[in-house]
């Protein structure tokens, strides 16, 4: 059985799909410029067509290429491109710079956005990313709404359903649309709810529940012809979200998102798109223990961060030129403490502001320019300048980290950017491509002015550094493409290497605060660092009914003294084959990843055993009238494996065998 498996595998994994538009059909698709890959849907995400209907952001997300999930939980999985986290990512919605609230990163921004209201991820790698990413030296995420746009086609109701066995999780949602010519709204609200879900083996993952609300609303109005105004809402709220990984859970986390922009289209003849976006959002996320066994000391952690900001994007034609020009300024206030109440009552209760009212603000200039020389070759420069200034605004905040930086100063003044140049190569079915670029980034948050925050993965507390130095980052890409009907191939490679690299590291000199705590870990800057990511994939179609399709990605990273870098995957495999008749669809699909033997002890890893799951899935889509109903069932990890991978903090396992029900029913 094992070698008719692997025989299989191989199979599939010569077929393997680098790209994410084979990974969810009709929803995911790569740009023109193949390190940047670009999930696209005209009309919102087509549910219909996705092997699991009504998935979560973080099932969606973790099928693109060059996109891993950090798992805590069930809930708020942490996206990382090229495999660098949120300190070295940007992450935006339609454009809004959002911040999480969470010392731990337990709601990265994805959390509070539904894919029931998104038309498309675009997702940048390295410096090739979107207009408004900044302070990022892996790439970015940027999660475009889905809006009706002007159009005559009137009134579009939908309604979701959805239920699945693990967990006991209910999903239901209802959305609707209205467009004519000079107006157009869709609204929706979502809500999700699971109990503990159970790994392989139908064991238990205890503090494994969540509950979620989303309700969304986006319009548009075209006040004259080619000049439009539009609004956007979003309300997210998670109550009673647990994180077996760590050491507490999720009382609520509220997000309340809000933006008001200007469009004229056609401005002139080398204008051909004009937009200007004020934006607002509030998050807070309020962390607690209470529903802990055998706490030592009862922990409180309210957080809060805050963003207003507004940006004005220019693109145009001009020749052979396309190009684009953006100004963007953001301002975020983000606020974090914890107060300790001793078990006996006599004692005190100790208090201590984790991220001391922290400053922000960030105004940056981007330009691009892509240059088509003729059909076959095509050159793409860009690059952005930001300038930062960060610091405390409280001042017990600052006389407490004075403690430990005497000389520090109250706010920093910082020059950030980024330059990067592209060339494409198009000539008969092949397509092939290879760039650089230089670029830094300024600490985190966490990073320069965290005050003693404790880190379930290697078990320190870790004490932010305002002195650090700037991390800077020289990519290095290659990409080929081959097609050839029915063959589609495709190939790259991106390196990356750092200077200045940003990492904790032991300070024996201090000692811990949390209870059971192994030390101390302060920010510091390594000499250098290194990360490479390699992607192979390809894609058969045959003349009718079937399409098989697969991917194989590897990826290595090295410290100052050629140790391993933590939270890099292992080898990893995913492959899938699909029947698809009229209105009937089947998919068999299998992934899987070698042993993690490059893991790194000091920063918390240790060796992750290799892992195959299966996943099988059917639906059917049929019309009364003008109603369509889509109607989709399958089972996730079919053999009920018990398996956790590098990315699932504190080996916490992912779930067993799931079977999932989905109903889709539109009115047109």
Known sequence: MRKLACIFLWFLCRTADISAQQTAPDSLTASTILNEVVIIAKTGIGHDRQAKPFSSIEEYLQSAEKVNMIKRGSYAWEPTVNN???????????????????????????????????????????????PNASNGIGGSLDLQLNKAGFCCEGWDINASLGYETNGNCRIAGTDFAFSDSTFYVNSGLFHRHSNNYRAGRRNEIAFSQFTKYNVFTNAGYLIAKKHAVEATVIYDRAVDAGYPALAMDVKSAEGLISSLSYRRDN?????????????FNNIIHIMDDTGRPDVAIHMDMPGKSRTGGLYSLLEGLNGRHRYAFNVDAYCNRSYAEMTMYPSNPSEKEMFMLTWPDVRTLNAGLFAADEYRFDERHSVRLSSKCSFQRDGILSDFGLNTLRIFYPDMNAYTNR?????SGHYTFRHGGWETSAGAGYGSRAPSLSEAYGFYLFNTFDAYDYLGNPNLRHESSVEANVAAAWTRSPFIVRANATYFYFANYIIGKPDETLSSMTVGAAG??????????????????????????????????????????????????????????????????????????????????????????????????????????????NLKSGVENVFDAYYSTYADWNNIPRKGRNVFLNLGISIL
């Open 267 to 279: 401005l002139s003849p080398l204008i051909a798109r004009w937009e200007t976006k004020v934006y």
């Open 520 to 629: 101390v870990k302060v920010y510091g800057n390594l000499p250098h660092a290194s990360i490479l990511n390699v992607n192979l994939s390809a894609k058969y179609l045959f003349p009718e009914y079937f399409t098989l399709q697969g991917r194989v990605a590897y990826s290595r990273g090295r410290d100052d003294k050629n140790g391993n870098l933590p939270l890099i995957p292992p080898l990893s495999y995913e492959s899938s084959l699909v029947f698809a008749a009229g209105r009937f669809v089947a998919e068999i699909a299998v992934a899987g990843a070698s042993r993690q033997t490059r893991y790194s002890p000091e920063y918390g890893e240790d060796e992750t055993a290799n892992y195959f799951i299966g996943n099988v899935s059917i639906g059917y889509s049929f019309k009364i009238d003008r109603v369509v109903l």
């Open 415 to 419: 020059l950030v950017g980024n330059v």
């Open 84 to 130: 660098m986290t949120a300190e070295r990512i940007s992450v935006t919605v339609d454009g809004m710079k959002i911040f999480h609230a969470c010392t731990d990163n337990m709601d990265p921004v994805t959390s509070y956005v539904e894919t029931v209201n998104l038309s498309r991820v675009n997702i940048g790698s390295g410096f090739n990313v979107s």
